[in-house]
Structures are given as C-alpha cells and as structure tokens.
C-alpha cells in the first residue's frame, strides 16, 4: 500500500506541474518557437521536478528497495500514461488510437522519453545518498 501511495503522489506532483507546463507550451510557447523546440524547452523542467519529487517521496514513504522504487515509478507512468489519454480524449476530442498514434510525432516521442524517465526516476533516487 505504500508503494501505491507514494506513486499516487509521485504522479499527482508532476503530472499537476506538467499539466500547467504543458499548457503554457501549447498554447503559447509552441506557436512561437515550434512543437520540438517547445518540447525540448519544457523537458528539463519536468525532468528536474520529478527528480526533486521522486527523492523527496521516495524518502517521505521511506522507499529503500530498488524493486519498490521501480514499481513506484512504473504505478505513476501508468497513472501519467492514463491521465495524458483522458486528456487527449476528453479536452482534444481524440479517440484512444489517435492519441497513440501520435507518439510517432518528434515532439511526442521526446515527450515520451521523458515520461520513461520520469518512471525509473524513483529507481534512481532510491540509489542515491541525498
């Protein structure tokens, strides 16, 4: 249960962050530089967040086993990979299967490598000293 916990609020951190982010970058970054540029602006700040996030929950529910910590970061992908699709469907009036398709786009398969990252962020910081 702890595990699940502290994925819940691994996700909720980021995906609050990325959700605000991602938003400005859509609406108002993309238009200006491009989608990839875009991305590639954003990426950093998210990584950092969930590095800041992962260390601090992974301490917070005293997460020391590496399996715990990579099940932890593998809940919150999927909780991230659930709320994007809910997004796409319900906020972008795409069908699952376009959403999915769409990780095919530069833009979207570097956001893709980040949410990968995001997930073994956890396994990562349960490694580390501080």
Known sequence: MTIARAALAYWAVVFALGFLLGSLRVLWLAPLVG???ATLIE???????SWWASGWLVRRF????KGAALAMGGIAFAL???AECAVGVGMMGLTPGQWLAD????????GLAGQVVFALMPRWRACSPA
């Open 80 to 82: 991230l990979m659930a």
């Open 103 to 110: 990780f095919a786009q530069p833009h979207a398969a570097i």
């Open 43 to 49: 990426l950093p700040l998210m990584l950092g967040a």
């Open 62 to 65: 005293a997460i020391a086993d």
């Open 35 to 37: 989608l990839v540029p």
